[in-house]
């Protein structure tokens, strides 16, 4: 539409989308706000928005996004997965495990929801209930590369270096990553492991 219409309503979101890349959330959430009647309609907007509104002032997000929730009425999942992101990116174990327990009762016990908490907790630094969590989902999902390099981070934290070395392997199979790649993508990002 942007093509075919460039005058029209879609200029906007292009805007809003250039601004928040450049750091200036605000005014992308300025747009974004005067703009709505026009591109509420647009699946895209509403993705923005959010985005938006977490980056414009995050302190206050959970706030204006419940209320944005009340005024446009979103399904009540979309309004708790959005919750559950913002719980595990502040951290908060409590409202984000009775977050995930709410989302299971409309999507059952979806493995994802393992991976989040688990996350969460090695950002709290229990580094081996994060272990407990992610050792959890095998055979459940395959070695997914966030998974690899979650379970990496744990034992490069714990300083277990035998650990640590097993699951790095599993690189050269799983990703198909040759014996250099592997040691130069330790080495950049686990630099105390690359002996």
Sequence with gaps: MQRSAPDGATQFLSKA???????????????????????MVYPQYWQLYVRTLFEANPKQFLTAFEQLGEDVCFDERYM??????????????EET??????????????PIYL?????????KQEYEAALECYDALEGTVPLLWDIWC???????????????KKIA?????????????????????????KK
């Design 17 to 39: 989308q250039t601004l928040l890349e450049g750091g200036k959330e605000k005014e992308a959430l300025k747009i974004l706000t005067e703009q709505k009647e026009s591109l």
């Design 115 to 123: 991976f989040f908490f688990a996350k969460l907790l090695a950002e």
């Design 150 to 164: 979650e379970k990496l981070e744990c034992y490069y934290r714990l300083k277990d270096t035998e650990s640590f």
């Design 97 to 110: 495990q009775a977050t995930i327990e709410a989302l299971i009762t409309f999507t059952g016990d979806d």
């Design 169 to 193: 392997l599993l690189a050269e199979k799983t990703y198909n990553m040759t014996p250099q790649e592997l040691l130069d993508f330790v080495g950049l990002n686990f630099p105390e492991m």
């Design 80 to 93: 708790l997965l959005h919750k559950m992101l913002y719980f595990v990116n502040e951290s908060n174990i």
